[in-house]
């Protein structure tokens, strides 16, 4: 798998596999909080508990950190932020997939509470789609070995001809990413127009998967109400 991505373009891998069985580290509350190092997957937990009814609720999810950045180019992207020191910025680079592999068959083997890993939070979920070894292809085929954890994608990408490849995935949630069509056009740059997104998210819809939309963020643009409903509808 390695040496394929490596014969598929892609630009950099980030770290080295290890023979080292991984460990799960499990936080306070009797959650996971990491496993091994948490360079692969870890807890997001740098939000604190909301305390009073008007706090902002910012759950504590399991982040898949297969890959680092994002083809796109949204004006927001707190991708920018997050890698500012990086001298590539935001520019898509890969973890070793023999890695990743390892940690997530430890994770889905050992660890008995049913949770989502997230695959989106600090990359696109569909970026690795396009060489021999299509990311969805590789970790979907772990988590359906199981029935218990479920991975999420969360993309602005319409490229799922991967997914629909899948038949009857039962372990796989993923998450479109859309906005109000001015807002998307001015500030989304890069990305497919919204409503191809849409179009992408039918298919997988009829194809069987969990789809889940997002609206992320809602920008108050004037007739905002107008194109927010234009939108849902
Ligand atoms: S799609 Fe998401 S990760 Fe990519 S540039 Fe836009 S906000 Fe950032």
Redesign the pocket.
């Known amino acids: 798998i390695f040496e394929n991505y490596l014969e598929s373009g892609i630009s950099q891998v980030l770290s080295k596999a290890t023979s080292k069985p991984p460990r799960i580290v499990y936080g306070d509350k009797g959650s996971v909080k990491q496993v091994a190092d948490g360079s692969i997957i870890k807890r997001f937990d740098k939000t604190p508990y909301p305390v009073k009814p008007t706090d902002v609720v910012c759950p504590h999810f399991l982040e898949l950190k297969w890959a680092y ?6 004006s ?5 932020g997050t890698f500012r020191f990086r001298p590539e910025g ?1 520019k898509p680079a890969y973890k070793d997939l023999e890695k990743v592999k390892l940690h997530v068959e430890t994770f889905l083997h050992e660890v008995e509470t049913p949770e989502i890993l997230n695959t ?1 939070e ?3 979920s569909l970026m690795g789609e396009n060489g021999d070894c299509p990311f969805s292809k590789f970790i979907i085929s772990l988590f359906e070995k199981q029935n218990r954890h479920k991975v999420l994608f ?3 990408s319409t490229n799922v001809k991967n997914l629909l490849e899948i038949t009857s995935p039962r372990q796989a949630i993923v998450s479109f ?1 859309l906005n109000a069509k001015p807002v998307a056009e001015k500030w ?1 740059k ?2 497919p127009f919204v409503k191809k997104r849409i179009e992408a998210a039918k298919k997988l819809f009829e194809a069987g998967y969990e789809v889940r939309i997002r609206m992320d963020p809602m920008v108050p643009i004037e007739n905002w109400e107008k194109y927010y409903i234009q939108l849902i509808d």
């Open positions: 950045g994002c083809p796109f180019d949204c927001w992207c707190y991708l920018k935001i989106g600090i990359a696109d969360v993309t602005k990413s989304e890069k990305t």
